[in-house]
């Protein structure tokens, strides 16, 4: 099973006849994120909204990179840089090669029909842990776009009224119902710009 936190799934296809492997969207970083750690007694100790993800990421990540990384003071781009270069790496050497990290933090993979997505996901999981691409910057986005840990549904929700594409009271149980209306969630406005700049990045769309 896939790991996805606060992400969605995507597809990229190779051709007409292609598989599809999914892939994992979050947040465009605007500002480093802060893990929040201190080391007492050898221990890791985090505060701040996101704590407990933190926690949880630092306890079960076996990369000693992204360890540091997770404890170390601000996340910054160029450490994301450096474990999607990891990741990739890892999975051109499982002969993955068309893997293209995208806008708003997308990892996609492409593959033929030929290849099983089960394949693919056992490939992909292997490389997010070797590479400690996961759980960092799952986590490193996910912050990004409700810094305060927030109710996330309500915080897209009053993007969407602000910037004009739902009226006044639509509210983020309208988001979490839109959203689990069998994949047709938003089908009205889910192209426009400003529907994804609210879903992916929703304290910083004035």
Same mark, same amino acid.
């Given at each position: ?78 450490? !994301? %840089? ?9 999975? &051109?050497?499982?002969?993955? @090669? #068309? $893997? ?55 915080? !897209? %929700? ?9 009226? &006044?009271?639509?509210?983020? @149980? #309208? $988001? ?31």
């Amino acid at each position: 099973m896939r790991r996805l936190g606060l992400t969605v799934m995507v597809l990229a296809c190779a051709g007409v006849a292609s598989g599809c492997a999914s892939a994992h969207v979050a947040t465009p970083p605007a500002t480093s994120a802060v893990s929040q750690c201190v080391m007492v007694g050898g221990v890791a100790q985090f505060s701040g909204p996101w704590q407990d993800d933190f926690r949880k990421a630092y306890s079960s990540v076996q990369n000693d990179a992204a360890r540091q990384i997770l404890c170390g003071g601000p996340i910054t781009s160029e450490e !994301i %840089a450096e474990l999607n270069s990891a990741y990739t790496s890892c999975m &051109a050497d499982a002969g993955y @090669a #068309d $893997v293209v990290m995208g806008e708003y933090g997308t990892l996609k993979i492409t593959t033929s029909s030929s290849v099983p997505s089960k394949s693919t996901d056992a490939a992909d999981m292997r490389c997010e842990d070797e590479s400690g691409w996961y759980p960092v910057v799952p986590l490193y986005y996910n912050m990004r776009q409700n810094p305060n840990k927030a109710d996330l549904n309500q915080l !897209i %929700a009053d993007c969407l009224v602000r910037v004009g594409l739902e009226p &006044a009271g639509f509210s983020g @149980a #309208d $988001v979490a119902a839109q959203y689990s209306d069998n994949g047709d969630a938003f089908s009205g406005i889910s192209q426009d710009p400003l529907f994804t700049q609210c879903w992916y990045n929703p304290t910083a769309t004035k």
